[in-house]
């Protein structure tokens, strides 16, 4: 059974790095073709993705938040940490981590779409 | 960065309704396009990935159709469940981006 969960610090302050942890269980993410995903979605609008990391450590970052976000895994402990450093009152989010698994389609095409979400984490930023 | 435009932004609909949601990518993207559905307060659902293949264990009133920068999703007769939110990805590039989401309302 997949499980992903994500914890970490419901307010943060204005200008603060933010750390968040994915612990997820029913996969490794050292298995290739494996990824993880943190993906945000300020309340009432829409999804945006912020960083992948797979299972060769290749790592890949938001174009428009690529300076602020740093994606590290720890494959022993079954965990993806995102860290996103100065932190806006416009980031206040509920942020999600999603696994990504190799899906073959048609004639041995593969993809990866986030098949398996955690249930998200509220981080409001305010002073 | 490829965007990715749903039309509409929001629908009304009755039970039993065929409806279609289109996205449309700014370049191609082969069928590399995935839907998800989200009902308030949870994660998204993976509906259907690749662009036409349903997911396992989602209902075959689903489907997904298109290649290229086209895409649509067809629910064939809405049941109550289905009132939600609709978001379709890309996977074609690395910055992966999501359309803007369709709601789904009860009319």
């Not at chain 1, 750390?19 to 494996?34: A, N, P, V």
């Not at chain 1, 300020?42 to 990391?53: F, R, S, T, V």
């Not at chain 2, 449309?24 to 998204?44: C, D, E, F, T």
Request: hydrophobic share 30%; with cysteine; charged share 15%.
């Amino acid at each position: 059974q997949v499980t992903l969960r994500e914890s970490g610090p419901a307010l943060v302050k204005p200008t603060q790095t933010l750390t968040l942890t994915c612990t997820f269980s029913g996969f490794s993410l050292s298995t290739s073709g494996m990824c993880v995903s943190w993906i945000r979605q300020p309340p009432g609008k829409a999804l945006e993705w912020l960083a992948l990391i797979d299972w060769d450590d290749d790592k890949y970052y938001s174009t428009s938040l690529k300076t602020r976000l740093t994606i590290s895994k720890d494959t022993s402990k079954n965990q993806v940490v995102l860290t996103m450093t100065n932190m806006d009152p416009v980031d206040t989010a509920t942020y999600y981590c999603a696994r990504m698994m190799e899906a073959t389609y048609g004639s041995g095409s593969t993809t990866r779409p986030f098949d398996y979400w955690g249930q998200g984490t509220l981080v409001t930023v305010s002073s | 960065d490829i965007q990715m435009t749903q039309s509409p932004s929001s629908l009304s609909a009755s039970v039993g309704d065929r409806v279609t949601i289109t996205c449309r990518a700014s370049q191609s993207i082969s069928s590399y396009l995935n839907w998800y559905q989200q009902k308030p307060g949870k994660a998204p659902k993976l509906l259907i990935y690749a662009a036409s293949s349903l997911q396992s264990g989602v209902p075959s009133r689903f489907s997904g159709s298109g290649s290229g920068t086209d895409f649509t999703l067809t629910i064939s007769s809405l049941q109550p469940e289905d009132f939600a939110t609709y978001y379709c990805q890309q996977s074609y590039s690395t910055a992966i981006t999501f359309g803007q989401g369709t709601r789904l309302e009860i009319k």
